[in-house]
């Protein structure tokens, strides 16, 4: 059994409200939009990820024979119900913006048109794989704004919470312009790049640096980097000086050395002197070590002689805002606009498109939410993905995706684009949504 296709994967109320929805014949067709509330603190945007991994999901949506036996035994669900669920696909719609869009609170990123009980069953799962993948890829997407032009490599499986989150990481952190992963099962799966070194044991296994650098060196002469902070740096850069010209004999190119601690600033520095006067100018320095794209951007501005960045805890993590406020809610059932009134989580209600507008030199402009079906000046961002439970697209490569993240990271303006300083950017409301809203609430009100 894989478990992430299992649409046991959700939580209790998802299947008692499925029941109850069921004993009351409420299975017309519903909408439900999928939308971040509000920025994480430190945030100017937000982008998009996952949305490859819920198609696929919902294409393969099924239960299986030992799922139905569990709930039947679970003495939960009455029979009407297990009969549903026995025969229960997706055969629905979704409408979403691309992976690897800039989006901003409150705009619809995925909608599912789908009967109102089967819809409602797919909240948890499909907020559980956007959610994470947005979450990392915006992380990266600042990692790559406070470094423009340095190879960014993510390192954070070890300490991701889960395999899923581990993996997707890689992914998410590959949609939003990194190079590539240490992860191997992602080179596997989607072709991401994989980048590996060594590690301090390595050397400390043997009595000599020197030693343990030229055993490492024949043993993987591939895109060799070396590890030079185990004791000395500066020392074991002189020893890499020094082995380098052998190895060059051999045909062994010694590509960078990586610096996993200490004060990276003047340690790159002072490395890159020792590698520039004993004839290694070509050697490019790599350096890691908890990480995070404050640290970075402070680093790139102090013109230390840095070529890339491994990234890990704190990317695969999002450690300084892990979670992103985003919810799944109803905006329309039977053709009836739906919404939430509550304080300080109220929706917006019925289907709706957002539209972007540009700037004369490119960048985004403002954003424009209404309903779905209107005409407004600006590109539309959420598109058809399925119908009746098809795909109604060829799938994006995921090099198409990157390219479209870089596009839109390139089109961020200024106020935008400064990760430790983040600025505003306009959102309005249009008129025919603004006036839904208040028809929605003069119906509720007339209701009682």
């Not at 501005?301 to 919810?327: M, R, W």
């Not at 606009?337 to 929706?347: E, G």
């Not at 779905?372 to 959420?382: N, R, V």
């Amino acid at each position: 059994m894989n478990i992430g296709d299992s649409p046991l994967l959700t939580d209790l109320y998802q299947l008692n409200m499925m029941q109850a929805y069921l004993a009351n014949g409420m299975t017309g067709t519903a909408s439900f939009e999928l939308f971040v509330r509000r920025l994480p603190p430190g945030r100017s945007f937000l982008m998009t990820a996952g949305l490859e991994q819920a198609v696929d999901w919902l294409a393969g949506f099924r239960f299986s024979a030992d799922e139905l036996t569990y709930l039947e035994q679970s003495g939960r669900f009455d029979a009407a119900m297990l009969d549903y669920l026995a025969t229960l696909r997706f055969a629905g719609d979704i409408d979403a913006m691309p992976e690897g869009t800039v989006f901003f609170p409150h705009e619809p990123i995925l909608r599912v048109t789908a009967p109102l009980p089967l819809a409602q069953l797919l909240e948890s799962r499909l907020i559980n794989l956007i959610q994470m993948q947005s979450l990392v890829a915006t992380k990266a997407a600042r990692v790559m704004l406070a470094a423009p032009g340095k190879t960014l490599v993510d390192f954070g499986f070890r300490r991701a919470h889960g395999a899923e989150a581990g993996l997707m990481a890689a992914r998410a952190s590959y949609v939003a312009g990194f190079a590539g992963t240490a992860t191997v099962l992602a080179e596997m799966l989607w072709g991401i790049p994989i980048y590996g070194t060594m590690a301090h044991s390595y050397v400390q296994a043997h009595e000599d640096e020197s030693v343990a650098f030229e055993s490492f060196a024949r043993a993987r002469p591939d895109n060799l980097t070396l590890l030079i902070d185990t004791y000395d740096p500066e020392a074991a850069a002189r020893k890499v000086v020094a082995l380098a010209p052998k190895l060059a004999r051999e045909g062994i190119v010694i590509r960078s050395v990586r610096i996993d601690s200490g004060d990276l600033v003047g340690l790159s520095r002072r490395v890159r002197a020792i590698l520039d006067a004993g004839g290694c100018p070509d050697i490019k320095i790599f350096v890691s070590g908890g990480l995070e794209e404050g640290q970075i951007a402070a680093i790139v501005e102090s013109g230390a002689p840095i070529d890339g960045y491994g990234v890990g805890t704190a990317l695969t993590t999002s450690q300084d805002q892990p979670v992103l406020d985003i919810v799944y809610k109803l905006q329309e059932y039977k053709g009836v606009a739906r919404r939430k009134r509550s304080a300080a989580k109220q929706t917006f209600p019925g289907r709706k498109q957002v539209w972007r507008t540009h700037a004369a030199d490119g960048t985004i402009a403002g954003d424009v939410i209404s309903l779905d079906g209107e005409t407004l000046p600006g590109e539309t961002l959420l598109a058809p993905v399925m119908r009746a439970g098809e795909r109604v697209r060829r799938d994006p490569t995921l090099a198409e995706i990157r390219a479209r993240a870089a596009a839109e990271l390139a089109a961020l303006p200024k106020a935008l684009r400064d990760p430790l300083h983040p600025g505003p950017y306009r959102v309005e409301i249009g008129t025919a949504l603004h006036d839904l809203t208040e028809a929605v609430d003069r119906r509720i009100a007339a209701h009682g």
